[in-house]
């Protein structure tokens, strides 16, 4: 078992900027891709980035430049770092973990953190 432990997230204006962080126990942290996805109202949870075991970064078209995932293995913690904020960014945020290398659809997820609400106001 993983457990994920999720803190930041908030209300922001557009254009400013707020991080994720997702803090990991229960298992080798090292050994697991880390990934986040949100899901709007109304809609079905989406891949947003992902990021394997060795460190290689993947993101949705809609935030490549804007956000960036990272992970610390000494601290058991994946961080997803977002700049640029839209309103279509609104969602809430989940982050997870899986044993594939890398993770980009829901059914890939192994476990999941307990969400966090992120609001971008016009």
């Known amino acids: 078992q993983v457990q994920l432990l999720q803190s930041g997230g908030g209300l922001v204006q557009a254009g400013g900027s707020l991080t994720l962080s997702c803090a990991a126990s229960g298992r080798t942290f090292s050994n697991y891709a880390m990934a986040w996805f949100r899901q709007a109202p109304g809609k079905e949870r989406a891949f947003v980035a992902t990021?394997?075991?060795?460190?290689?970064?993947f993101y949705v078209d809609s935030v490549k430049g804007r956000f960036t995932i990272s992970r610390d293995n000494a601290k058991n913690t994946v961080y997803l770092q977002m700049n640029s904020l839209k309103p279509e960014d609104t969602a809430v945020y989940y982050c997870?973990?899986?044993?594939?290398?890398?993770?980009?659809?829901?059914?890939?997820?192994?476990?999941w953190g307990q969400g966090t609400q992120v609001t971008v106001s016009s």
């Open positions: 997870a973990a899986g044993a594939r290398e890398i993770m980009v659809h829901p059914r890939q997820v192994g476990y």
């Open positions: 990021i394997s075991r060795t460190g290689t970064t």
